[in-house]
T-cell receptor, first 116, second 114 residues
Framework: ETGVTQSPTHLIKTRGQQVTLRCSSQ?????VSWYQQALGQGPQFIFQ???????GRGNFPPRFSGLQFPNYSSELNVNALELDDSALYLC???????????????FGPGTRLLVL | AQSVTQLDSQVPVFEEAPVELRCNYS??????LFWYVQYPNQGLQLLLK??????LVKGINGFEAEFNKSQTSFHLRKPSVHISDTAEYFC????????????FGKGTTLSVSS
């Protein structure tokens, strides 16, 4: 079991609403990445935060935004929810930003979001 | 840009049989290669990774993978599977050794039956 935790575990929202998902990094890690995993698909990289700044982003619209706090925990915010946003959202923590290091990143258990 | 293709969406095998899960990748820059496993209703766990050196990489739970640069492949193998290996397996690439900003394949469902 990794030291990465996510909350909540499950969430139901309606179309048009906003949602905030939370992630606590493993101790000593200063980098958090977020992924979206639709049903039956591989995870897709949303963005990454390193020392409180976004330093890498995948092909996701601006209504997906995030924050990283001084203790390196992180939030993923999604505005104007759409039905296709229903997915498992995974966060992963590591150290070294986009340049990375030899230490592997660790994934949390995910938050399952259902948009009705 | 990078992409990952997992050639089999489902692989059914009997317990104690060998298995190979196939992965091909495409990239215009050097990448590092990873295999992850996802058990039902859980997050991702790293099985193994190729960073450099020997092209045969050994991982956890008896899995190994071979990096083939000329064929741009990174196939995962296990000589004898157990029921507990039933899970979803993902091949992924990253431009850094820590494996952040991963590009994943669509996954292969390994079903082991007795």
């Amino acid at each position: 079991e990794t030291g990465v935790t996510q909350s909540p575990t499950h969430l139901i929202k309606t179309r048009g609403q906003q949602v905030t998902l939370r992630c606590s990094s493993q101790s000593g890690h200063n980098t958090v990445s977020w992924y979206q995993q639709a049903l039956g698909q591989g995870p897709q990289f949303i963005f990454q935060y390193y020392r409180e700044e976004e330093n890498g982003r995948g092909n996701f619209p601006p209504r997906f935004s995030g924050l990283q706090f001084p203790n390196y925990s992180s939030e993923l915010n999604v505005n104007a929810l759409e039905l296709d946003d229903s997915a498992l959202y995974l966060c992963a923590s590591s150290s070294g930003g986009l340049a990375g290091g030899r230490e592997t990143q660790y994934f949390g258990p995910g938050t399952r979001l259902l948009v009705l | 840009a990078q992409s990952v293709t997992q050639l089999d969406s489902q692989v059914p095998v009997f317990e104690e049989a060998p298995v190979e899960l196939r992965c091909n990748y495409s990239s215009s820059v050097s990448v590092y290669l990873f295999w992850y496993v996802q058990y039902p209703n859980q997050g991702l766990q790293l099985l193994l990774k190729y960073l450099s050196g020997s092209t045969l990489v050994k991982g956890i739970n008896g899995f190994e993978a071979e990096f083939n640069k000329s064929q741009t492949s990174f196939h995962l193998r296990k000589p004898s599977v157990h029921i507990s290996d039933t899970a979803e397996y993902f091949c992924a690439v990253s431009t850094n050794q820590a494996g952040t900003a991963l590009i994943f394949g669509k996954g292969t469902t390994l079903s082991v039956s007795s």
